[in-house]
């Protein structure tokens, strides 16, 4: 039977526009919220909740799609439904109102990504390593909308910020349209006939999660209050913009060398690299952001807090859970993300004003050394290569 052609651009599209919403959230939606009048501990509630979400939905609608084998409908109505369901924010801008917003949307909004994972990953079969060559589109999708928004910030008010959103989840619904469907191979029939809980306990699986949870969690100071506390600083919305681009651009560099590098070195190893460089970041930040200098070199160390850190562990799930339980860990990892971000930004929203932005970025760099341990003592050093090779054997 004749492979089918990889819809590149069809898929690269979908990131485009899904990390194009991301671009609009990270860096704006704290400094919307705080236009509104909210403090810094109900900032980080509202940006908690749908992090909070995700420990949810993403397993649900992971069960749902393993169930079903319908990944692609559960896309299509997961981004249309969010569409509908941010659209409620014009009603009101009070506390409680965003709070059900915020839950409401990030529902139907993390029933798409993990998803569409596993269709892209079947769609590219034994290419898995062009993954990031997929993902960079979502890159640059960010690139474009938080230069373009911090620009357009510049000269108009954050009260146009919920129709940006709109238009981008508008782009993610209609993108979803044009996907063609694929379904991950099933001839290893040695998958299909275990479980989910028992490739879960295979060794080293459950500390990954929680160094998942962890990096995440570390994670949670930067996207609830870089913006901030760069303006805090003197720096102008238009700079922060390209400053998170910049980080960015980081990554898509990363990401063209990925299939390269992944050759050449173990997922344990590239999970430890990244969880150390994350720890160094975010003391810059917290201590030395004021020195232009030294705050882009921890931009562009966002090639591994992000960069490497995903595109390994995309490849970790892959390896670990057969073709019947793809969604499910897949999702797994959204859903322990989820509970790490949430309380990353808990914590940073109780401890902005009490400890100040300097330690709060101290206790992220903590989390990640501990993340950092976790993996070196649990994980089988075991290169990503020699894991494809058995997974198709």
């Known amino acids: 039977m004749t492979a089918q ?19 609009a959230t990270a860096p704006f939606l704290a400094l919307y919220f705080e236009q509104l009048g909210f403090s810094p501990a109900r900032i980080g509630e509202l940006v908690a909740i749908p992090m909070l979400m995700r420990c949810v939905a993403p397993n649900l609608w992971g069960w749902l799609g393993d ?20 659209s409620l924010i014009f009603i009101s801008q009070s506390y409680a109102w965003l709070a059900l917003v915020m839950a409401l949307h990030a529902f139907f909004w993390h ?32 690139i474009l909308t938080v230069v373009g928004l911090g620009e357009l910030f510049e000269v108009f008010s954050l009260s146009i910020y919920p129709w940006v959103l709109l238009a981008i989840i508008a782009g993610i619904a209609l993108s979803s349209c044009w996907v063609p469907d ?42 609830t ?30 990401f063209m060398g990925m299939a390269r590098l992944l050759q050449h070195v173990s997922l344990k ?48 799930v892959q390896r670990s859970f057969g073709p019947g339980q793809q969604g499910q860990g897949q999702a797994l990892y959204a859903a322990l993300a989820g509970v790490g971000g949430a309380l990353g930004a808990l914590y940073a929203g109780y401890s902005w004003n ?40």
Request: charged content about 10%; hydrophobic content about 55%.
């Open 269 to 316: 190893q590239l999970l430890i690299a990244s969880f150390l460089i994350a720890a160094l970041r975010w003391l810059l930040l917290g201590f030395v952001a004021d020195q232009l200098w030294l705050l882009l070199f921890a931009q562009l160390l966002h090639a591994a807090t992000f960069g490497s850190f995903h595109a390994a562990a995309i490849h970790f």
């Open 111 to 142: 029933a798409v990504l993990p998803q569409f994972e596993v269709i892209t990953l079947a769609h590219l079969r034994e290419q898995s390593a062009r993954y990031t060559q997929l993902r960079l589109w979502g890159s640059i999708g960010f």
């Open 182 to 223: 694929a379904r991950p191979i099933t001839h290893l029939q040695h998958s299909a006939g275990h479980g989910f809980v028992r490739q879960l306990m295979q060794p080293g699986v459950i500390a990954f999660y929680l160094c998942v949870a962890l990096m995440q969690l570390s994670h949670g100071p930067y996207y």
């Open 354 to 393: 009490s400890l100040g932005p300097a330690w709060t970025f101290a206790l992220a760099s903590v989390a990640a050394l501990a993340a950092a341990a976790i993996m070196a003592a649990c994980l089988r050093d075991t290169a990503v290569h020699s894991e494809s090779r058995e997974n198709r054997s």
């Open 5 to 23: 052609p990889l819809p590149y651009w069809r898929l690269s599209g979908f990131y485009f526009f899904y990390f194009g919403l991301l671009g």
């Open 67 to 86: 169930r079903t084998g319908q990944r692609l409908l559960i896309v299509r109505l997961g981004a249309f439904a969010t569409l509908a369901s941010l």
């Open 225 to 254: 209050f870089i913006t901030i506390h760069l303006e805090s600083l003197g720096y102008s919305r238009g700079v922060i913009g390209q400053l998170w681009a910049l980080g960015v651009v980081a990554e898509i560099l990363l």
